[in-house]
């Protein structure tokens, strides 16, 4: 009896998730409307992050068709792509300005879907899938930034790769061998090298494209099941078709951001933004560069790795993603305005991070 009992209810939860009547497109579509209120520009973040991710799809194709995936040949061939093949640049500064945009809109739109409380019963799985599109959005740029195969990328990578093993120290007996054999299985050999480059070369083309796509389709028919959550507690101002009224908005926000994406790609590298523009070539006997960091995205982990033990950020980062999974269960009774607060802190420790951290890093290490 406990066991049938156990069968019906996981019955019930996954048709109040998944309802099979309103698997329709009439339903989904005609249907759907979305509230207006103060945070309704909010609703427009979802789809913005999916319009860089296309763009980051066209251009990544497009420069398959000379990047080689080599230790020999991956910079020459980035280099040959920026500087002989006709619209090369703008290809590879469209790609890498829509990657750090992409990355930009996902933090805001998870941390306005928290404060709107877009978790909440049924919509748990929508949430569930939009925290594995933010980790698999990480995964893209930490891999991404490996393949131009210069001396900053490689150096950085071997770091990155070395914080794993590194937590091999705080676990008991034979879990203590665990993150080092994690970090082989990732790196291939050895040390950084062809192998290395091979596997990331075939996350970031293809499996990291298919887990995108696949969590992207269950994320997408959630919300269209379900719809927009209501988002704040009193009652909308109105309420707005989704088609054509809302997607017809979607579409003319999609062309203003790729008027800026391409404005920023013809007028302004992405490397320019660094120290020289393609950085040199790996050299393997050559020394590490002072002062390398990763990615602006990863300031927010990086500092304080570089301020506090690494135990206590590893904790850390694990409190931070039981909280993201667990959210729509360990929030399920919290007020909007306190999910609010709480997201206008995350978002001011992100800024500080990203745009201070180096000052707050020479504050307290002078």
């Known amino acids: 009896m406990a066991l049938r009992e156990r069968i019906q209810a996981a019955e019930s939860y996954l048709a109040e998730r998944f309802p099979a009547a309103k698997f329709n497109f009439d339903h989904m579509v005609h249907h759907k409307d979305v509230p207006v209120h103060r945070l309704s520009w909010a609703y427009y973040l979802g789809g913005l992050a999916l319009f860089f991710f296309v763009v980051q799809i066209v251009t990544g194709l497009l420069l398959l068709f000379h990047y080689q995936p080599t230790v020999s040949d991956a910079h020459a061939s980035v280099e040959f792509i920026s500087e002989q093949v006709p619209g090369g640049a703008l290809v590879r500064n469209l790609h890498a300005w829509a990657s750090s945009l992409m990355i930009a809109s996902v933090f805001v739109h ?96 293809i499996v990291l494209p298919l887990a995108m796509v696949a969590l992207l389709g269950l994320h997408l028919l959630a919300i269209q099941l379900h719809g927009m959550s209501a988002g704040v507690d009193e009652a909308p101002r109105r309420r707005e078709k989704f088609f054509p009224v809302f997607f017809i908005k979607d579409l003319s926000l999609w062309g203003a951001a790729f008027m800026v ?20 070539p790996f050299n393997p006997k050559g020394s590490t560069p002072d002062g390398i960091k990763p990615e602006w995205y990863f300031y927010w982990i990086y500092y304080p790795l570089e301020l506090l033990p690494f135990w206590v950020v590893m904790l850390g980062q694990l409190g931070l993603g039981v909280v993201l999974v667990g959210a729509p269960w360990i929030f399920r009774g919290t007020s909007r305005r306190t999910l609010r607060v709480l997201s206008a802190v995350a978002a001011g420790y992100l800024v500080l991070m990203t745009f201070f951290g180096e000052n707050v890093y020479h504050l307290f290490k002078g």
């Open 261 to 280: 994406l391409f404005v920023l790609g013809l007028c302004l590298p992405f490397d320019s933004l660094f120290t020289y523009p393609l950085f040199e």
């Open 110 to 205: 998870l941390l306005t879907t928290f404060a709107m409380k877009a978790f909440d019963r049924p919509r748990e799985i929508t949430w569930l899938t939009g925290v594995g599109l933010f980790a698999v959005t990480f995964v893209f740029g930490f891999t991404g930034y490996l393949l131009p195969w210069h001396q900053i990328a490689v150096n950085a990578t071997k770091i990155g790769l070395q914080t794993i093993e590194e937590l091999g120290q705080y676990l008991p007996g034979g879990l203590a061998d665990l993150p080092r054999a994690i970090k082989e299985t990732i790196q291939g050999e050895t040390s950084v090298g062809q192998a290395t480059l091979s596997r990331f070369f075939a996350l970031h083309v």
